[in-house]
């Protein structure tokens, strides 16, 4: 099955399928009036599509109360949310280690190591992972105790996605955790893997790809690393080997 991704900012994606346009994390609602081609989503654009849109978390980053206003544009439109937001919206919301049978889909959660959920999802022949905020968050200058606990909390959950075969896994790699950046992504990479990886939670910094190019760590995986710089690019799946 193929599918085409677009980047909307640090963790908002947005995947197309042949059936469903999927939607994650996203925030960033500026400038208005500039759709996908510049990482904005515009309901009248997407109107005619089976859309789905995941939030992982209550966070600012990940989330914008305005994704509702889409109700009024798009005629099928579902929203899946961590049940630590809180709205009167309706929506469905899940909570960490479930599992969802939505019909056309089904959706598994995981436990974040901050707040919320990690999402896998079964559709369109697919098997997609979105982290949301589950990463080692492993800090340079905390407790290593703190830190080892991240680490093994961490590592716990990606344990649980080892007998998946997951075609398109969306993974943090955030530059503020300077020397341990990759840290999380690498064990991912390890443990569970993926056709195709997408890096995000960097903002504007994306320096990380540079890093993920050059260090030694990624050799095992480098190629299957999506590379892309800016709001509105566009990733395919499976990868272009161009």
Avoid at 22 to 48: M, N, Q, T
Avoid at 76 to 86: P, T
Avoid at 221 to 238: K, L
Wanted: hydrophobic content about 35%; aromatic content about 12%.
């Amino acid at each position: 099955m193929k599918a085409e991704i677009t980047y909307l900012y640090n963790s908002g994606f947005a995947l197309k399928t042949d059936r469903h346009l999927f939607i994650f994390d996203y925030y960033l609602d500026s400038p208005k009036g500039c759709g996908l081609a510049k990482g904005v989503i515009d309901p009248e654009e997407i109107k005619d599509l089976n859309v789905v849109v995941f939030v992982s978390h209550s966070h600012p980053d990940h989330y914008n109360p305005k994704i509702f206003s889409w109700r009024k544009t798009v005629g099928q439109i579902r929203y899946v949310l961590s049940d630590d937001i809180k709205t009167s919206e309706d929506v469905i919301k899940v909570g960490p280690g479930q599992e969802y049978n939505l019909g056309d889909l089904r959706v598994r959660t995981l436990e974040s190591t901050d707040i919320g959920v990690a999402f896998l999802i079964l559709a369109d022949g697919l098997c997609i992972y979105h982290a949301g905020d589950l990463n080692d968050w492993y800090w340079d200058g905390e407790p290593e105790e703190d830190n080892r606990e991240m680490t093994r909390r961490y590592r716990g959950q990606i344990d649980t996605l080892k007998n998946e075969s997951i075609d398109i896994a969306f993974v943090p790699a955030d530059p503020r955790l300077e020397g341990n950046a990759l840290r999380g992504l690498g064990y991912f990479m390890e443990a569970a893997g993926a056709e195709l990886v997408v890096p995000m939670h960097f903002s504007d910094n994306t320096s990380i790809f540079e890093e993920l190019k050059t260090d030694s760590r990624t050799d095992s995986y480098r190629d299957r690393i999506a590379f892309y710089f800016q709001r509105g690019n566009r990733i395919p799946y499976p990868k272009s080997n161009e």
